[in-house]
């Protein structure tokens, strides 16, 4: 996969995700800048999924409990062991322009987390090098929610066949939902919760 310049930018198209599998996710298209060109790929990806603050007493005590879900979900990341080269409190973003990964990402088969073909030789996402593109965004919501949603690209790399040697990966979801459990688990002792 070519190397990744820019940062992701992501394009939300509202969908309808009646009669899908995985009702968390809806139909969009992602804009990534890739070597200076741009271009869009449509695949699915992550709704928002919502995390219960506890009630805050004032303003300042609101913005100290988004603090906490950020710092949460930066832990996430570190407990993965992906590298939050994007690390910005203000946007309230974390992820990876890009990172590679062979077999496994968290302990777990990349074949959970990605659907990138195969052939007689075996499952793409678990025999060759992968190139990875990720980032989370935390959107606050006007009560005592916070919105969860992760963004994930993949190509799989067959490295010594020459160009073109790539597979793009669609996500299932489970690497999405992994996160967004994890942190569930490590806010859960401060009193937050999975939005009903």
Do not use: H
């Amino acid at each position: 996969m070519r190397t990744i310049l820019g940062c992701l930018a992501v394009l939300v198209l509202a969908g309808n995700a009646a009669g899908q599998d995985r009702p968390w996710y809806t139909p969009g298209a992602r804009a990534v800048r890739l070597n200076e060109l741009s271009r869009s790929m449509t695949d699915t990806m992550g709704i928002a999924l919502t995390i219960a603050m506890p009630p805050a007493a004032d303003a300042a005590a609101r913005i100290a409990r988004v603090g906490q879900v950020f710092a949460a979900l930066a832990g996430v990341y570190a407990e993965l062991k992906i590298p939050a080269e994007i690390r910005d409190s203000t946007r309230l973003m974390v992820g990876n322009p890009q990172f590679y990964r062979r077999s496994d990402l968290g302990g777990r088969t990349l074949a959970v987390y990605l659907e990138c073909g195969q052939d007689i030789n075996g499952i793409y996402a678990e025999i060759y090098r992968v190139s990875l593109s990720m980032v989370t965004f935390l959107t606050p919501g006007e009560g005592d929610e916070i919105a969860l949603r992760t963004v994930l690209l993949a190509s799989a790399i067959d490295i010594p066949r020459p160009p073109p040697n790539t597979a793009e990966c669609g996500t299932t979801g489970e690497l999405e939902r992994r996160i967004y459990q994890m942190m569930l688990k490590a806010l859960g002792k401060l009193g937050f919760s999975k939005s009903p």
